[in-house]
């Protein structure tokens, strides 16, 4: 007799239950209103404005979802949603789910016709400007985009400031940083550090903002520029988060040899992205954030760490290898 039970394919053919549940939660502020005090029902149902008829069940939802706590009708944050989903704290990851709520839950709604067009499914669909334009002509969704990615780097930033050897380097370049999550952490952690965040011109007052909140604001500058077109300033390391996926091969193999020509012998690159398996079978997260590209971009698309030791070898890296960083996030070390 089989074993087998539909169960799984449940579970997942049902994911957006849970999803969506959470990233409303986020969108309403419920875990930060729970951080300033637990809360009952009528209290949390009048301060989130919510109708009586879902209150009670959300609620529970999220506590039986493990995101809420509930002692005696009395709602409190879980210990994770507490660090992790509280505004006010320097915690908060928030801001990814917010985008992945305010976005992405759309946008997915299309992955069939992305699966049989191969054309995006963003802001852009239909020929309108690409992604980081559409984005930054409005300074709410530039602030709400790149904060985003802060919330989508914290982890890999600390585990990159730990596991690489930067007592060997003094100076270093994040390449498309974004509001700066990777140099701030590097430079609190690495108080011999010096560097750069480069990125577009029109992310220069939020990544300003946000060093001077972590304090690192006489060891980090900010460089505007189009890391296609202009030249890369001189550094003895280069990180590339989240930034080789969101182009085609060409233009993969294009930003890695100009980071080769940058980089003085003996530097290295450390790119780091969602990195597939060489096998393609385990890290689901790396090839469904491929299809995330798929709906976000031109011509992106997740690798692996095969793929990308490749090209570094094609462009004049000497060594590479590839190393985990935190869950699906791996990072692969070019050596020149
Ligand atoms: C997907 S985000 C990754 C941000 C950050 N490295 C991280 O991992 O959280 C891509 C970044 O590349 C920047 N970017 C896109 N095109 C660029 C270009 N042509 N020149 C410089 N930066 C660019 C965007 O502004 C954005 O901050």
Redesign the pocket.
């Known amino acids: 007799m089989s074993a087998a039970t539909p169960e799984h394919i449940m579970q997942i053919g049902f994911g957006f239950w849970p999803s969506k549940t959470l990233l409303s939660a986020v969108e309403l502020g419920l875990f930060s209103t729970l951080a300033e005090a637990p809360a009952d029902l009528p209290t949390l149902q009048k301060k989130l404005g919510l109708h009586q008829r879902s209150a009670r069940d959300f609620l529970d939802a999220l506590v039986a979802l493990k995101l809420l706590e509930r002692e005696n009708g009395v709602y409190s944050n879980a210990a994770d949603t507490d660090l992790f989903l509280d505004r006010a704290k320097p915690s908060y990851i928030g801001g990814l789910l917010e985008m992945a709520n305010a976005r992405l839950y759309g946008f997915w709604g299309s992955l069939t016709e992305a699966l049989r067009t191969g054309e995006l499914q963003n802001e852009s669909k239909g020929g309108g400007e ?1 992604m ?1 334009a559409a ?2 002509a409005d300074p709410e969704r530039l602030r709400g ?2 904060s ?3 919330g ?2 914290a982890g ?2 600390q585990a990159i400031a730990a596991n690489f050897p930067w007592r060997g380097y003094k100076t270093f370049m ?6 700066g ?2 140099p701030a952490t590097l430079a609190r952690v690495h108080s011999h550090l010096t560097g750069i965040g ?3 011109p ?2 220069k007052p939020v990544f300003e903002k946000f060093i001077a909140h972590r304090g690192v604001e006489d060891r980090v500058r900010f460089q505007g ?6 030249p890369l300033p001189k550094v003895d390391a280069i ?5 080789l ?2 182009w085609d091969l060409a233009q993969k193999k294009a930003l890695l040899g100009k980071v080769f020509d940058a980089l003085p012998k003996g530097g290295a690159v450390i790119v ?2 969602t990195i597939i398996d060489d096998d393609r079978r385990e890290n689901a997260f790396g090839l469904m954030m491929s299809l995330n590209m798929l709906i976000e971009t031109e011509g992106g698309f997740d690798y692996t760490g095969e793929d990308c030791q490749a090209w570094m070898h094609e462009v004049g890296f000497s060594k590479t290898r590839v190393e985990p960083l935190v869950g699906a996030n791996s990072m692969v070390i070019g050596l020149k």
């Open positions: 690409d980081f984005l930054y985009f790149l985003a990615m802060s989508g780097s890999a930033a994040d390449l498309g940083s974004a509001q999550m990777v480069f990125d577009l029109p992310v520029g189009n890391f296609f077109e202009d990180v590339m988060g989240h930034i996926h969101d780091y992205d």
